[in-house]
Protein backbone atom coordinates (compact mmCIF):
# COMPACT_ATOMS: atom_id res chain seq x y z
CA UNK A 1 0.00 0.00 0.00
CA UNK A 2 1.41 3.30 -0.98
CA UNK A 3 2.52 5.62 2.02
CA UNK A 4 0.71 8.54 1.87
CA UNK A 5 3.24 10.77 2.10
CA UNK A 6 4.43 9.97 -1.06
CA UNK A 7 1.52 10.73 -3.00
CA UNK A 8 4.04 13.33 -4.90
CA UNK A 9 6.33 11.23 -6.10
CA UNK A 10 3.80 8.49 -7.25
CA UNK A 11 3.03 10.86 -9.94
CA UNK A 12 6.29 9.94 -11.73
CA UNK A 13 4.34 6.97 -12.98
CA UNK A 14 2.63 8.77 -15.68
CA UNK A 15 -0.41 10.90 -16.61
CA UNK A 16 -2.48 7.62 -16.05
CA UNK A 17 -2.24 7.66 -12.02
CA UNK A 18 -3.28 11.16 -12.21
CA UNK A 19 -7.19 10.58 -11.78
CA UNK A 20 -6.40 7.41 -8.67
CA UNK A 21 -4.38 9.81 -6.94
CA UNK A 22 -6.52 13.06 -7.04
CA UNK A 23 -9.49 10.99 -6.13
CA UNK A 24 -7.78 9.32 -2.98
CA UNK A 25 -6.94 13.17 -2.01
CA UNK A 26 -10.66 14.27 -2.50
CA UNK A 27 -11.82 11.48 0.01
CA UNK A 28 -8.75 12.56 2.20
CA UNK A 29 -9.92 15.93 2.22
CA UNK A 30 -13.22 14.64 3.35
CA UNK A 31 -12.06 13.00 5.90
CA UNK A 32 -9.69 15.05 7.62
CA UNK A 33 -12.48 17.80 7.31
CA UNK A 34 -14.88 15.56 9.06
CA UNK A 35 -11.93 14.27 11.26
CA UNK A 36 -11.62 18.54 12.48
CA UNK A 37 -15.67 18.32 12.26
CA UNK A 38 -15.93 15.87 15.11
CA UNK A 39 -13.57 16.85 17.27
CA UNK A 40 -15.48 20.16 17.53
CA UNK A 41 -18.86 17.92 18.04
CA UNK A 42 -17.20 15.85 21.00
CA UNK A 43 -16.13 19.31 22.93
CA UNK A 44 -19.75 20.26 22.55
CA UNK A 45 -20.98 17.70 23.83
CA UNK A 46 -18.50 17.52 26.86
CA UNK A 47 -19.19 20.94 27.85
CA UNK A 48 -22.84 20.04 27.63
CA UNK A 49 -22.77 17.12 29.87
CA UNK A 50 -20.70 19.83 32.50
CA UNK A 51 -23.62 22.13 31.94
CA UNK A 52 -26.16 19.56 32.80
CA UNK A 53 -24.26 18.44 35.61
CA UNK A 54 -24.84 21.79 37.27
CA UNK A 55 -28.62 22.12 36.14
CA UNK A 56 -31.32 21.30 38.20
CA UNK A 57 -33.00 18.42 36.26
CA UNK A 58 -36.73 19.49 37.00
CA UNK A 59 -35.84 22.84 35.64
CA UNK A 60 -36.41 24.15 32.35
CA UNK A 61 -32.78 24.97 31.25
CA UNK A 62 -31.89 20.97 32.11
CA UNK A 63 -34.64 20.42 29.32
CA UNK A 64 -32.99 22.57 26.93
CA UNK A 65 -30.05 21.29 28.01
CA UNK A 66 -30.78 17.79 27.23
CA UNK A 67 -32.28 18.00 24.24
CA UNK A 68 -28.73 20.02 22.55
CA UNK A 69 -26.87 16.75 24.03
CA UNK A 70 -29.29 14.38 22.66
CA UNK A 71 -28.83 16.54 19.19
CA UNK A 72 -24.81 16.62 19.39
CA UNK A 73 -24.78 12.69 20.36
CA UNK A 74 -26.36 12.26 16.79
CA UNK A 75 -24.72 14.20 14.65
CA UNK A 76 -21.51 12.83 16.40
CA UNK A 77 -23.12 8.98 15.59
CA UNK A 78 -23.64 10.09 12.08
CA UNK A 79 -20.40 11.55 11.38
CA UNK A 80 -18.54 8.26 13.04
CA UNK A 81 -20.73 6.37 10.19
CA UNK A 82 -19.46 8.59 7.61
CA UNK A 83 -15.88 8.69 9.27
CA UNK A 84 -15.62 5.03 8.66
CA UNK A 85 -17.30 4.77 5.09
CA UNK A 86 -14.48 7.96 4.39
CA UNK A 87 -11.58 5.62 5.96
CA UNK A 88 -12.66 2.34 3.94
CA UNK A 89 -12.77 4.65 0.86
CA UNK A 90 -9.39 5.81 1.41
CA UNK A 91 -7.64 2.69 2.11
CA UNK A 92 -9.48 0.83 -0.71
CA UNK A 93 -8.21 3.55 -3.20
CA UNK A 94 -4.61 3.17 -1.10
CA UNK A 95 -4.89 -0.32 -2.40
CA UNK A 96 -5.11 0.12 -5.88
CA UNK A 97 -2.45 3.13 -6.72
CA UNK A 98 1.24 1.81 -7.79
CA UNK A 99 4.21 2.39 -5.72
CA UNK A 100 6.66 5.19 -5.54
CA UNK A 101 9.63 5.11 -8.26
CA UNK A 102 13.17 5.62 -6.61
CA UNK A 103 14.92 8.43 -7.50
CA UNK A 104 17.44 6.31 -9.07
CA UNK A 105 14.47 4.67 -11.48
CA UNK A 106 15.12 6.70 -15.32
CA UNK A 107 11.87 7.76 -16.57
CA UNK A 108 10.41 6.64 -19.45
CA UNK A 109 6.69 4.46 -20.94
CA UNK A 110 8.06 1.18 -22.03
CA UNK A 111 10.77 -1.17 -22.47
CA UNK A 112 12.93 0.69 -24.82
CA UNK A 113 13.27 3.07 -22.25
CA UNK A 114 15.16 0.93 -19.65
CA UNK A 115 18.39 1.88 -18.76
CA UNK A 116 21.52 -1.17 -19.34
CA UNK A 117 23.93 -1.32 -16.81
CA UNK A 118 26.56 -3.51 -17.94
CA UNK A 119 26.41 -7.19 -19.94
CA UNK A 120 28.55 -10.39 -18.52
CA UNK A 121 30.16 -13.18 -20.52
CA UNK A 122 30.36 -12.78 -24.17
CA UNK A 123 27.57 -14.31 -26.81
CA UNK A 124 28.66 -17.59 -27.54
CA UNK A 125 30.40 -18.12 -30.81
CA UNK A 126 28.52 -20.40 -32.62
CA UNK A 127 29.81 -21.50 -36.62
CA UNK A 128 26.10 -22.43 -37.69
CA UNK A 129 22.50 -21.10 -37.95
CA UNK A 130 21.03 -21.89 -33.82
CA UNK A 131 18.20 -23.22 -33.02
CA UNK A 132 15.12 -22.09 -30.96
CA UNK A 133 14.95 -24.01 -27.88
CA UNK A 134 11.57 -25.54 -29.08
CA UNK A 135 13.24 -27.11 -31.90
CA UNK A 136 16.55 -28.61 -30.31
CA UNK A 137 14.20 -29.68 -26.86
CA UNK A 138 12.18 -31.93 -30.02
CA UNK A 139 14.74 -32.89 -31.34
CA UNK A 140 16.41 -34.12 -28.03
CA UNK A 141 13.02 -35.84 -27.13
CA UNK A 142 13.16 -33.65 -23.49
CA UNK A 143 10.37 -30.95 -24.10
CA UNK A 144 6.70 -32.63 -25.23
CA UNK A 145 4.41 -29.97 -26.01
CA UNK A 146 1.49 -32.37 -27.45
CA UNK A 147 1.76 -34.13 -24.41
CA UNK A 148 1.22 -31.21 -22.37
CA UNK A 149 -1.65 -29.96 -24.55
CA UNK A 150 -3.54 -32.69 -24.37
CA UNK A 151 -3.02 -33.31 -20.76
CA UNK A 152 -4.19 -29.71 -19.67
CA UNK A 153 -4.41 -26.95 -23.04
CA UNK A 154 -1.94 -24.82 -24.50
CA UNK A 155 0.85 -23.29 -22.85
CA UNK A 156 1.69 -26.33 -20.86
CA UNK A 157 4.66 -29.14 -21.32
CA UNK A 158 5.68 -32.36 -20.15
CA UNK A 159 9.21 -32.63 -19.62
CA UNK A 160 10.75 -36.02 -20.43
CA UNK A 161 13.78 -37.23 -19.44
CA UNK A 162 17.03 -34.87 -19.59
CA UNK A 163 14.64 -32.60 -19.68
CA UNK A 164 13.28 -33.30 -16.13
CA UNK A 165 16.71 -34.16 -14.72
CA UNK A 166 17.86 -30.70 -16.11
CA UNK A 167 15.09 -29.06 -14.04
CA UNK A 168 15.48 -30.50 -11.11
CA UNK A 169 19.56 -30.41 -11.14
CA UNK A 170 18.91 -26.36 -11.90
CA UNK A 171 16.50 -26.48 -8.79
CA UNK A 172 18.71 -27.88 -6.68
CA UNK A 173 21.66 -25.89 -7.79
CA UNK A 174 19.97 -22.52 -6.97
CA UNK A 175 19.12 -23.75 -3.61
CA UNK A 176 22.34 -25.13 -2.84
CA UNK A 177 23.86 -21.64 -3.99
CA UNK A 178 21.75 -19.20 -2.20
CA UNK A 179 21.64 -21.31 1.15
CA UNK A 180 25.55 -21.15 1.01
CA UNK A 181 25.35 -17.43 1.28
CA UNK A 182 23.24 -17.11 3.86
CA UNK A 183 19.70 -17.33 2.78
CA UNK A 184 17.07 -19.74 4.50
CA UNK A 185 15.48 -22.08 2.80
CA UNK A 186 11.29 -22.76 2.98
CA UNK A 187 9.40 -25.03 0.94
CA UNK A 188 5.64 -22.98 0.90
CA UNK A 189 2.46 -24.90 0.18
CA UNK A 190 1.44 -23.97 -4.05
CA UNK A 191 -2.06 -22.74 -2.81
CA UNK A 192 -2.52 -18.97 -1.31
CA UNK A 193 -5.19 -17.14 0.73
CA UNK A 194 -6.75 -13.69 -1.18
CA UNK A 195 -5.33 -11.92 1.95
CA UNK A 196 -1.95 -13.43 0.88
CA UNK A 197 -2.45 -11.63 -2.27
CA UNK A 198 -3.35 -8.71 -1.16
CA UNK A 199 -0.51 -8.57 1.39
CA UNK A 200 2.01 -8.55 -1.75
CA UNK A 201 0.08 -6.32 -4.78
CA UNK A 202 -1.69 -8.73 -6.92
CA UNK A 203 -5.06 -8.36 -5.48
CA UNK A 204 -7.09 -6.34 -6.21
CA UNK A 205 -5.83 -5.07 -9.43
CA UNK A 206 -4.76 -8.12 -10.99
CA UNK A 207 -7.32 -11.14 -9.93
CA UNK A 208 -7.25 -11.55 -14.18
CA UNK A 209 -4.35 -12.93 -14.02
CA UNK A 210 -4.44 -15.53 -11.26
CA UNK A 211 -6.12 -19.07 -11.32
CA UNK A 212 -9.21 -18.94 -8.50
CA UNK A 213 -10.21 -22.58 -7.25
CA UNK A 214 -13.94 -23.17 -7.11
CA UNK A 215 -15.67 -23.76 -4.25
CA UNK A 216 -15.88 -27.41 -2.73
CA UNK A 217 -18.91 -29.20 -3.95
CA UNK A 218 -22.06 -28.07 -2.58
CA UNK A 219 -20.57 -24.84 -1.20
CA UNK A 220 -21.17 -21.12 -2.21
CA UNK A 221 -19.00 -18.76 -2.81
CA UNK A 222 -20.55 -16.83 -0.05
CA UNK A 223 -19.81 -19.16 2.59
CA UNK A 224 -15.84 -19.96 2.11
CA UNK A 225 -13.64 -17.68 3.81
CA UNK A 226 -10.90 -20.13 4.34
CA UNK A 227 -11.53 -21.50 0.47
CA UNK A 228 -11.14 -18.61 -1.40
CA UNK A 229 -7.96 -20.11 -2.39
CA UNK A 230 -5.75 -19.20 -5.44
CA UNK A 231 -2.86 -20.79 -7.63
CA UNK A 232 0.03 -19.27 -6.52
CA UNK A 233 1.66 -16.81 -9.05
CA UNK A 234 5.14 -16.93 -7.42
CA UNK A 235 6.34 -17.64 -4.37
CA UNK A 236 7.30 -14.06 -3.48
CA UNK A 237 3.27 -14.07 -1.64
CA UNK A 238 3.85 -17.00 -0.02
CA UNK A 239 7.21 -16.12 1.60
CA UNK A 240 6.64 -12.44 1.84
CA UNK A 241 3.25 -13.52 4.03
CA UNK A 242 5.42 -15.52 6.53
CA UNK A 243 5.51 -12.29 8.34
CA UNK A 244 2.01 -11.00 8.16
CA UNK A 245 0.68 -9.59 10.82
CA UNK A 246 3.89 -9.44 12.69
CA UNK A 247 6.49 -7.23 14.42
CA UNK A 248 10.47 -8.09 14.03
CA UNK A 249 12.13 -7.48 17.76
CA UNK A 250 15.64 -5.46 17.45
CA UNK A 251 18.38 -7.28 16.44
CA UNK A 252 16.06 -9.60 14.11
CA UNK A 253 16.63 -8.23 11.02
CA UNK A 254 17.94 -8.59 8.13
CA UNK A 255 15.80 -11.63 7.25
CA UNK A 256 16.79 -13.81 4.06
CA UNK A 257 14.50 -16.69 2.42
CA UNK A 258 14.47 -18.74 -0.41
CA UNK A 259 12.28 -20.79 -2.09
CA UNK A 260 11.44 -23.18 -4.59
CA UNK A 261 8.12 -23.61 -5.76
CA UNK A 262 5.76 -24.63 -8.76
CA UNK A 263 3.73 -20.96 -9.95
CA UNK A 264 0.76 -20.60 -12.12
CA UNK A 265 -0.28 -17.70 -14.34
CA UNK A 266 -3.22 -17.07 -16.53
CA UNK A 267 -1.75 -14.46 -18.43
CA UNK A 268 -4.84 -13.15 -19.53
CA UNK A 269 -2.84 -10.01 -20.75
CA UNK A 270 -0.10 -11.83 -23.37
CA UNK A 271 -2.39 -13.44 -25.83
CA UNK A 272 0.07 -14.28 -28.99
CA UNK A 273 3.01 -13.54 -27.42
CA UNK A 274 5.39 -16.26 -26.90
CA UNK A 275 3.66 -18.99 -27.78
CA UNK A 276 5.98 -20.99 -28.47
CA UNK A 277 8.26 -23.02 -26.13
CA UNK A 278 8.81 -22.52 -22.68
CA UNK A 279 9.06 -18.77 -22.54
CA UNK A 280 5.72 -17.80 -20.86
CA UNK A 281 3.68 -20.93 -19.26
CA UNK A 282 0.69 -21.19 -17.30
CA UNK A 283 2.53 -23.23 -15.35
CA UNK A 284 6.23 -22.62 -14.62
CA UNK A 285 9.06 -23.41 -11.85
CA UNK A 286 10.83 -20.36 -10.01
CA UNK A 287 13.58 -20.26 -7.06
CA UNK A 288 12.44 -17.34 -5.12
CA UNK A 289 14.41 -14.66 -2.88
CA UNK A 290 12.93 -12.45 -0.09
CA UNK A 291 14.18 -10.71 2.08
CA UNK A 292 12.84 -8.44 5.16
CA UNK A 293 15.19 -5.30 6.00
CA UNK A 294 15.56 -2.18 7.90
CA UNK A 295 14.73 0.94 5.78
CA UNK A 296 17.80 2.26 5.86
CA UNK A 297 19.55 -0.67 4.47
CA UNK A 298 16.94 -1.86 2.33
CA UNK A 299 18.93 -0.24 -1.53
CA UNK A 300 22.31 -2.03 -0.26
CA UNK A 301 19.99 -4.98 0.44
CA UNK A 302 18.72 -4.83 -3.41
CA UNK A 303 22.54 -4.93 -4.66
CA UNK A 304 23.20 -7.86 -2.75
CA UNK A 305 19.76 -9.97 -3.65
CA UNK A 306 20.77 -8.71 -7.74
CA UNK A 307 24.31 -10.04 -7.17
CA UNK A 308 23.00 -13.71 -5.96
CA UNK A 309 20.59 -14.01 -8.51
CA UNK A 310 23.81 -13.04 -10.78
CA UNK A 311 25.80 -15.58 -9.53
CA UNK A 312 23.72 -17.79 -10.76
CA UNK A 313 23.79 -17.24 -14.40
CA UNK A 314 27.98 -16.91 -13.84
CA UNK A 315 28.17 -20.15 -12.40
CA UNK A 316 26.46 -21.71 -15.31
CA UNK A 317 28.41 -19.45 -17.90
CA UNK A 318 25.34 -17.53 -19.22
CA UNK A 319 25.70 -14.55 -20.81
CA UNK A 320 23.56 -11.76 -19.78
CA UNK A 321 23.14 -8.01 -19.06
CA UNK A 322 21.80 -5.78 -16.12
CA UNK A 323 18.72 -4.05 -17.04
CA UNK A 324 17.21 -1.00 -14.98
CA UNK A 325 13.57 -0.67 -15.19
CA UNK A 326 12.13 2.53 -16.33
CA UNK A 327 9.06 4.16 -14.60
CA UNK A 328 6.48 2.88 -17.06
CA UNK A 329 7.82 -0.73 -17.33
CA UNK A 330 8.60 -1.87 -13.81
CA UNK A 331 5.83 -3.44 -11.75
CA UNK A 332 2.65 -1.48 -9.90
CA UNK A 333 4.24 -2.93 -6.53
CA UNK A 334 8.05 -2.15 -7.11
CA UNK A 335 9.90 0.98 -5.96
CA UNK A 336 13.01 -0.02 -8.18
CA UNK A 337 13.47 -3.00 -10.19
CA UNK A 338 16.56 -4.61 -11.75
CA UNK A 339 16.21 -7.19 -14.45
CA UNK A 340 18.79 -9.85 -15.44
CA UNK A 341 18.04 -10.58 -19.08
CA UNK A 342 19.80 -13.72 -20.81
CA UNK A 343 21.02 -14.08 -23.95
CA UNK A 344 19.10 -16.06 -26.63
CA UNK A 345 20.76 -16.98 -29.63
CA UNK A 346 17.91 -17.90 -31.88
CA UNK A 347 15.94 -14.50 -31.19
CA UNK A 348 18.86 -12.81 -31.35
CA UNK A 349 18.28 -11.05 -28.42
CA UNK A 350 18.55 -10.79 -24.47
CA UNK A 351 15.57 -12.20 -22.28
CA UNK A 352 13.97 -11.44 -18.91
CA UNK A 353 15.27 -14.12 -16.67
CA UNK A 354 15.11 -12.46 -12.84
CA UNK A 355 13.80 -9.33 -11.60
CA UNK A 356 15.24 -8.06 -8.46
CA UNK A 357 12.47 -5.40 -6.99
CA UNK A 358 12.76 -3.20 -3.67
CA UNK A 359 9.24 -3.09 -2.94
CA UNK A 360 10.19 -0.52 -0.12
CA UNK A 361 7.23 -0.26 2.92
CA UNK A 362 4.49 -0.68 0.33
CA UNK A 363 4.02 -4.59 1.24
CA UNK A 364 4.94 -4.18 4.93
CA UNK A 365 1.96 -1.64 5.03
CA UNK A 366 -0.47 -4.29 3.51
CA UNK A 367 0.65 -6.97 5.18
CA UNK A 368 1.01 -5.20 8.43
CA UNK A 369 5.02 -6.33 8.50
CA UNK A 370 6.70 -4.26 10.84
CA UNK A 371 9.93 -4.24 13.40
CA UNK A 372 11.62 -1.88 16.40
CA UNK A 373 14.53 -0.50 16.33
CA UNK A 374 15.25 -0.47 19.32
CA UNK A 375 13.47 -2.22 22.86
CA UNK A 376 10.62 0.31 23.52
CA UNK A 377 10.56 2.19 19.85
CA UNK A 378 7.35 1.79 18.43
CA UNK A 379 6.87 -0.66 15.31
CA UNK A 380 7.70 0.83 12.18
CA UNK A 381 6.95 -0.75 8.62
CA UNK A 382 9.82 -3.20 7.26
CA UNK A 383 11.42 -2.82 3.47
CA UNK A 384 10.68 -5.95 1.51
CA UNK A 385 12.75 -7.00 -1.66
CA UNK A 386 12.06 -10.17 -3.56
CA UNK A 387 14.35 -11.49 -6.60
CA UNK A 388 14.12 -14.45 -9.03
CA UNK A 389 16.92 -16.78 -8.45
CA UNK A 390 16.19 -17.84 -11.08
CA UNK A 391 12.98 -18.51 -13.75
CA UNK A 392 14.06 -22.70 -13.65
CA UNK A 393 12.28 -22.78 -16.74
CA UNK A 394 13.94 -19.90 -18.73
CA UNK A 395 17.28 -20.82 -17.31
CA UNK A 396 16.87 -24.41 -19.21
CA UNK A 397 15.81 -22.31 -22.42
CA UNK A 398 19.10 -20.27 -22.04
CA UNK A 399 21.32 -23.53 -21.21
CA UNK A 400 19.57 -24.87 -24.40
CA UNK A 401 20.53 -22.61 -26.68
CA UNK A 402 23.34 -21.28 -25.23
CA UNK A 403 24.76 -24.58 -25.32
CA UNK A 404 24.08 -25.99 -28.47
CA UNK A 405 26.36 -27.70 -30.93
CA UNK A 406 25.95 -28.09 -34.41
CA UNK A 407 24.90 -32.28 -34.29
CA UNK A 408 21.58 -30.67 -32.41
CA UNK A 409 23.48 -31.88 -28.81
CA UNK A 410 23.43 -29.79 -25.99
CA UNK A 411 26.95 -29.27 -23.65
CA UNK A 412 25.95 -29.51 -19.91
CA UNK A 413 27.07 -26.57 -18.02
CA UNK A 414 30.01 -27.81 -15.86
CA UNK A 415 28.24 -26.34 -12.61
CA UNK A 416 25.47 -29.01 -12.74
CA UNK A 417 27.65 -32.07 -13.94
CA UNK A 418 27.88 -33.27 -10.36
CA UNK A 419 23.88 -33.04 -10.20
CA UNK A 420 23.41 -35.41 -13.09
CA UNK A 421 26.16 -37.88 -12.09
CA UNK A 422 28.76 -36.30 -14.19
CA UNK A 423 26.87 -36.19 -17.51
CA UNK A 424 28.59 -33.96 -19.91
CA UNK A 425 26.16 -33.96 -23.06
CA UNK A 426 22.88 -34.63 -24.05
CA UNK A 427 22.53 -36.40 -27.24
CA UNK A 428 19.62 -36.64 -29.82
CA UNK A 429 18.30 -40.28 -29.55
CA UNK A 430 19.53 -42.56 -31.85
CA UNK A 431 17.04 -44.38 -34.80
CA UNK A 432 17.37 -48.22 -34.71
CA UNK A 433 19.41 -49.82 -36.58
CA UNK A 434 17.17 -50.91 -39.74
Known amino acids: MLNPERMDDVARRGDHVKPAVDAWRAVDERRRRLQGELDDLRRSRNAANDRMAKLDKKSSEFTVARDELKALSTRIKEGEVEQTRLETESQDLLLVLPNAPHASVPGGASGDDNRVERTWGTKPALAFAPKDHHDLGVGLGILD ?20 RLTRALINYMIDLHTG ?41 DHQPDNDLFLSPTAEVQVTNLHADQIFEPGTLPRWYCAYA ?85 QDAFREISSCSNFEDYQARRAKIRYRPAAGDKPRPVHTLNGSGLAVGRTLVAILEQYQQADGSVVIPPALRPYVGGAERISPPQNPAG
Open 181 to 221: AGYDEVWPPAMVRRSALRGTGQLPKFEVDLFRLAPHAGQSE
Open 262 to 346: PCFRAEAGSAGKDTRGLIRQHQFDKVELVKFVAPETSYDELETLRDAAERVLQGLDLHYRVVTLCTGDMSATSAKTYDLEVWLPA
Open 145 to 164: FEAGVALSGARFTVLRGWGA
